[in-house]
């Protein structure tokens, strides 16, 4: 029996399967319904067309999309079914903001590639203290120029040894791959023959799926005792008395985290100037805790000022409602995942497009991000809902655009692909919103080559009414750091460390001034 799976159990899928006429396969494709099961100790796939007794296995001849939610069909489940059909493709997963591609072939993970941004190799690289944040600014302007891999310019310029960057590619593979086990819900596809391309990390021989279940199992059991601890992602952390042990003085990522905590910073901001994920910063946290050298700070009066300091958007009661309509219709709004959306290709064009008509373009490594779908020519992109399809969520954020606030746009949109990711159309609204809005951003006098400097005087401790995005930046302001170059040191999306900074500077707390 495939280890964690119950037989008799089944768990609902769909999928777009070859048609098919007179025993000859079609060109075209069509949608059906199936679900995953159990069958002689193996997991199947079959068509739920037919009673439970006629079930018909399709899974010898997959050659197919399958499509489904994490909500429905449990991460474990899926992998199995992977790993015992020996697959080869892709499974695709998007949940929130992020998208992660696992490569399969006969059944082993292959290659990944994540577009979470503390996920990303040159955040890995600092959040382990391999490089700097100058170091990998001055990379990431090469990258852009000559569209070389981030860490092949690292090792050229001197940065790394190749044979430390293999040793630490193979550590961003371990996070990119098990932090897919902490989405509890989530829209996956898995394209029968899906290759990784050049942005995805390789895996030497593979990984079995049952290795890569039973760690997946122990981080689950590590990030409940994580969160069991630190509830609050805004629960603010000081120091103790108790001094910092040599062994924890050794390890760079322990360290830096110790000297960020200083009793007015919470876990989310703590995790930003880690440059880390949640889980490897929380992990390191609990360690600190539970040998007492860092506390909570306790009191109503504490979590109260930190409620107020989440930066919530005025429109947050708005997205909330928006989140529970959009809940009730996600099952009818589900789409395929097409195979154009595996990998996100580079802009062929981007040279010849002019950046002031394009705005957007000053800023090409977002272009790059999977979760801006970049269609493969010749494949149909998902189609944008109509105005009379479009209702909660999605009606107000088209009403947003046609008065150009794409911020409230895109907020909108955010809640409406966190409740259900699989819904490319709405993902695709959201990449426009994405668009607009930077291109509104640049626009309005942030401009790449701008060096953001707080104001004489303005730049007071207190965090009242800021956001632990705008908490990071304002520790760059220093005159040492352009627009662009704050965009890549931000292990958040391009479009939110430009709203950011504008956020900043219609406060009056800092102002762009001219480069050197």
């Given at each position: 029996m495939t280890p964690f799976i119950a037989g008799g159990e089944r768990w609902p899928i769909g999928c777009k399967r070859p048609s098919r006429r007179n025993g000859e396969t079609l060109d075209s494709s069509v949608a059906t319904e199936a679900y995953i099961y159990v069958q002689s100790g193996r997991i199947r796939v079959a068509a739920a067309d037919g009673p439970p007794a006629n079930d018909r296995p399709i899974d010898k001849a997959l050659r197919m999309a399958l499509y489904g939610n994490l909500a429905m069909v449990p991460l474990p489940q899926l992998l199995a079914w992977v790993g015992s059909s020996r697959r080869n493709g892709c499974l695709q997963i998007r949940h929130d903001k992020a998208t992660t591609n696992l490569f399969f072939h006969g059944g082993r993970i292959v290659a990944c590639s994540s577009d979470d941004p503390s996920k990303l190799l040159g955040q890995f690289l600092l959040y382990r203290g391999v490089i700097d944040e100058a170091g990998l600014c001055q990379a990431m302007a090469?990258?852009?120029?000559?569209?070389?891999?981030?860490?092949?310019?690292?090792?050229?310029k001197g940065k790394i040894s190749s044979e430390r960057l293999a040793r630490e590619l193979s550590l961003k593979v371990e996070e990119t791959i098990l932090g897919v086990?902490?989405?509890?819900?989530?829209?996956f596809a898995f394209i029968e023959g899906a290759s990784p391309g050049t942005n995805s990390i390789k895996i030497g021989d593979g990984i079995p799926v049952h290795e890569l279940i039973s760690r997946g199992t122990k981080r689950l059991e590590d990030r409940a005792r994580i969160l069991s601890v630190f509830t609050d992602r805004r629960v603010r952390l000081k120091r103790t008395e108790k001094p910092l042990p040599q062994n924890l003085r050794e390890d760079w990522p322990t360290q830096r985290i110790y000297q960020s905590i200083d009793g007015k910073r919470s876990f989310e901001d703590i995790t930003l100037l880690a440059h880390g994920s949640e889980f490897l910063v929380g992990e390191r946290l609990l360690k600190l805790y539970e040998t007492g050298?860092?506390?909570?700070?306790?009191?109503?009066?504490?979590?109260?000022?930190?409620?107020?300091e989440s930066g919530a958007h005025p429109e947050a009661g708005v997205r909330d409602q928006s989140t529970a309509e959009e809940g009730s219709r996600a099952e009818n709004r589900r789409e395929a995942t097409t195979a154009a959306q595996v990998e996100v290709m580079r802009p062929s064009a981007t040279s010849a497009v002019s950046t002031e008509d394009a705005p957007e373009l000053q800023f090409v490594h977002w272009l790059l991000a999977a979760d801006v779908t970049q269609q493969r020519e010749g494949q149909p992109s998902a189609p944008i809902p109509s105005e009379g399809e479009a209702t909660g969520g999605i009606e107000r954020a088209r009403l947003h655009f046609s008065r150009e606030e794409y911020g409230e746009a895109l907020d909108l949109l955010d809640a409406a692909c966190l409740v259900d990711p699989g819904d490319a159309a709405v993902r695709q609204l959201r990449d426009h919103a994405q668009r607009a809005l930077i291109r509104q951003i640049v626009g309005n006098g942030v401009i790449p080559s701008r060096v953001p400097v707080v104001i004489s005087g303005r730049g007071d401790p207190s965090k009242m009414g800021r956001s632990p995005t705008e908490e990071f930046l304002l520790k760059l302001c220093d005159g040492s750091w352009d627009v662009r170059s704050l965009t890549w040191v931000a292990a958040v999306r391009t479009v939110d460390t430009l709203r950011a900074i504008r956020a900043l500077m219609d406060r009056g707390i800092i102002e762009l001034r001219e480069g050197p």
């Open positions: 090469e990258q852009e120029v000559g569209g070389k891999l981030l860490g092949g310019i690292l090792v050229e086990f902490e989405w509890e819900d989530g829209a050298l860092i506390a909570t700070e306790d009191g109503d009066d504490a979590a109260e000022e930190t409620a107020s």
